[in-house]
């Protein structure tokens, strides 16, 4: 998961671009890129087309203002907003792994620095999707 919002200039894109090389490296027919939206000016395509533009295979999810709210105090996310087109947010990479006995998802790794140490992520990823961690 990545959070953002599409009009970022400074965070976003160099992380997406990143997310391109990383996801390229993977098995990604078990692992999904979600590109959570976190302006909830945004409209609900502008976020889909944006994930897109990186990758296909992206997943761009928008979020309605509650939904951002519930999401930022589960996981802790720093989002400072600007003003109506602009937010101040953190740009970590959470992994999350999938439960098969209960289908549901916990969170594995969050990667903090930037930036992304691509293969600490690539060889977290692989060991996760071989069921070694």
Request: glycine share 4%.
């Amino acid at each position: 998961l990545f959070f953002g919002y599409v009009d970022c200039g400074d965070i976003c894109p160099p992380a997406m671009i990143e997310l391109c090389k990383i996801y390229n490296k993977i098995d990604n027919t078990k692992t999904s890129v979600y590109f959570i939206n976190l302006l909830d000016t945004n409209k609900i395509e502008e976020t889909k087309s944006y994930a897109h533009s990186y990758n296909k295979n992206f997943i761009g999810v928008y979020l309605n203002k509650i939904q951002i709210q519930e999401v930022s105090k589960k996981i802790n996310l720093s989002i400072n907003k600007i003003n109506d087109t602009q937010i101040s947010h953190t740009g970590h990479l959470f992994v999350l792994q999938k439960d098969k006995k209960t289908n549901t998802h916990f969170l594995k790794y969050i990667y903090t620095s930037w930036p992304f140490n691509n293969k600490e992520i690539v060889k977290d990823i692989n060991l996760l999707n071989q069921g070694l961690v």
